[in-house]
């Protein structure tokens, strides 16, 4: 989970730098895209860096950010298009997280 969020947050910030962009760059976009685009490449980060590290705060970041990505399309769909997939995979990746960390519970002698 770390890796991903490391990547989504590479990405968020490959947007607001301008590498890979369309015609578009970071400040013809709307103020809403900017903000979201903004939080997420600091709240990404952050959060692989606390679950690289295996801090609680880390889950509790992460947690944050999958959560904030999952609202931001289903109640703001003007900000990155709604998409139906993204809610998915942030969904699945909360589950997997979840299931992983019922799985170490039980590894941990009591």
């Known amino acids: 989970m770390a890796v991903l ?3 989504k947050g590479v990405y968020h910030w ?3 730098c301008g590498v890979g ?9 709307s103020v809403a895209w900017q903000t979201a685009t903004v939080f ?11 679950l690289w590290l295996a ?4 889950a509790v970041v992460w947690l944050t950010a999958v959560v904030s990505m ?6 703001f769909p003007q900000v990155y ?16 997280y979840m299931w992983l960390a019922v799985l170490a519970a039980r590894e941990r002698p009591a």
């Not at 962009?21 to 976009?29: L, Y």
């Open 70 to 75: 999952a609202v931001v399309e289903v109640f």
């Open 21 to 29: 962009v369309g015609p578009e760059d970071f400040e013809m976009r």
């Open 14 to 16: 490959t947007q607001i």
């Open 81 to 96: 298009g709604g998409s139906i997939y993204v809610v998915l995979g942030e969904v699945t990746l909360l589950g997997l």
């Open 55 to 58: 801090a609680a705060w880390g």
């Open 40 to 50: 997420f490449a600091v709240i990404d980060l952050v959060a692989a860096v606390g």
């Open 5 to 7: 969020s490391l990547i």
